[in-house]
């Protein structure tokens, strides 16, 4: 049975940082982190190609968080640095196909943790 478990959600102050940890059960080429705010759509944040390494970014994150990997414990990273309180959702990792924004590209799915910016 595929198991993803997020971990390290919680909260900080605008400017501050956070660490979330996806552990899976198994061993996927693609993942990604995404997020999902009250009324809002969710959306992709981060993404690796755990077997080249390449990574992507939504422009919202760009230069504040950062995506990795540690493949001897199949657990996948996301390091928020310079929080801002728009940052605040529910982030869920994920494991599917390519490495890309769409949730539709992903077939398993954590069952998320929160994060919270505010003052």
């Known amino acids: 049975q595929v198991r993803l478990v997020e971990s390290g959600g919680g909260s900080a102050q605008p400017g501050g940082s956070l660490s979330l940890s996806c552990a899976a059960s198994?061993?996927?080429?693609?993942m990604g982190w995404f997020r999902q705010a009250p009324g809002k759509e969710r959306e992709g944040v981060a993404c690796?190609?755990?077997?080249?390494?390449?990574?992507a970014y939504a422009d919202s994150v760009k230069g504040r968080f950062t995506i990795s990997q540690d493949s001897g414990k199949n657990t996948m990273y996301l390091q928020m640095n310079s929080l801002k309180p728009e940052d605040t959702a529910m982030y869920y990792c994920?494991?599917?196909?390519?490495?890309?924004?769409?949730?539709?590209?992903?077939?398993?799915w954590g069952q998320g943790t929160q994060v919270t910016v505010s003052s």
């Open positions: 198994g061993y996927f080429y693609f």
């Open positions: 994920a494991a599917g196909g390519r490495c890309s924004f769409q949730a539709n590209e992903y077939n398993y």
């Open positions: 690796i190609s755990r077997l080249g390494g390449g990574f």
